[in-house]
């Protein structure tokens, strides 16, 4: 099965800066790789998404790049705010078929410090 | 739409009691997942299922978990007996196409 890995598990930012955070997939045959922000107490939202027909995708201040020779993809948040602060998760699927469940990377608490 | 409607919110239970978590899908949505939510194990996927029937219960942890899909607007997932260990938090995700959303989860807590 699908297995994804994801760095770094914690990471601390100055309001302003960017952050990266970085995860790998392991099945070639997935090509649908949402990210998810969870704020503590509540639910993980889908905040973007990359299917693997396309190399990167951006909204406003976040960014996803996708590289599927190499099997990882990257979610870039620039001019960060204190309200970005939470934990972000990783997933990979397929589409269609037995491919459908998602599988979730550890996840990477963000702290953006003022 | 109201989203991913999940129940209780809050579960307290003794040790070898049943539990029953519910779920209401997104209408229209064909795909409903279950996932449970620990520090130390992460995101786990327990079930999923597609138009009501059971595609993938690989992650069901033992005998004691069992989850049905009646309709195409509700859902179940049961604890018979429930133990500590079972403390979690379970989600309830649903999906058409491309992303889930999930519920706002149970948070369960066997003492």
Not at chain 1, 11 to 25: F, M, N, P, W
Not at chain 2, 62 to 86: G, H, V, W, Y
Request: hydrophobic share 30%; charged share 20%; with cysteine.
């Amino acid at each position: 099965g699908e297995n994804v890995e994801q760095h770094p598990s914690t990471l601390s930012v100055q309001e302003g800066d960017s952050a990266v955070i970085k995860c790998t997939y392991s099945d070639s045959a997935s090509n649908y790789f949402p990210w998810y922000k969870q704020e503590l107490g509540k639910r993980p939202q889908l905040i973007i998404d990359i299917r693997s027909n396309v190399g990167e995708k951006k909204d406003q201040r976040i960014a996803v790049t996708l590289n599927k020779t190499a099997k990882h993809f990257s979610l870039h948040i620039t001019e960060t705010q204190p309200e970005d602060s939470a934990v972000y998760f990783c997933a990979a699927s397929g589409l269609t078929g037995g491919g459908n469940k998602l599988t979730f990377g550890t996840g990477t608490q963000l702290k953006v410090e003022l | 739409d109201a989203g991913v409607i999940q129940s209780p919110r809050h579960e307290v239970t003794e040790m070898g009691q049943e539990v029953t978590l519910r779920c209401k899908p997104i209408s229209g949505h064909d795909y409903l997942f279950w996932y449970r939510q620990t520090m130390m194990r992460g995101l786990e996927l327990l079930i999923y299922f597609n138009n009501n029937v059971p595609i993938d219960d690989s992650g069901m942890p033992e005998d004691r978990f069992s989850a049905k899909m009646p309709n195409a607007s509700f859902s179940t997932l049961k604890i018979q007996p429930s133990e500590p260990r079972d403390s979690a938090v379970y989600f309830c995700a649903s999906r058409h196409r491309g992303g889930y959303t999930f519920g706002s989860g149970t948070r369960l807590t066997v003492v």
